[in-house]
């Protein structure tokens, strides 16, 4: 990794197994960036009260018909591509007001 990257992650933290975890979290993201196509993360994490959709989603700890929080986003084949792994959300049982 170049000295950019290290400068724009630079921590306070001297843990190594945080530093290893993000340059493995770096590396990820450059892998999904060189794709061709280039693989597309959902970002739209404010989904708070909508329909919980099981074809996009997996639930965290809690099943619910509505979503409550993202844990994790979705991943897509390309940005309007089908779903190449599902992301994982809370689920509740009533929808916020």
């Given amino acids: 990794m170049g000295p950019r990257m290290e400068e724009l ?9 945080v530093k290893e975890y993000w340059h493995k979290c770096l590396e990820i993201c450059w892998l999904m960036a060189i794709q ?3 693989v597309s993360m959902e970002t739209n994490a404010e989904r708070h ?8 989603y997996r639930h965290y700890t809690k099943p619910g018909k509505y979503i409550d ?29």
């Fill in 49 to 56: 009260g909508e329909v919980f959709d099981y074809g996009r």
């Fill in 69 to 97: 929080f993202i844990v994790w986003p979705a991943l897509n084949v390309t940005t309007e591509g089908s779903i190449l792994y599902k992301g994982v959300a809370q689920g509740k049982d009533t929808p916020y007001i």
């Fill in 9 to 17: 992650f630079k921590t306070e933290v001297d843990d190594f197994n």
């Fill in 36 to 38: 061709d196509p280039p």
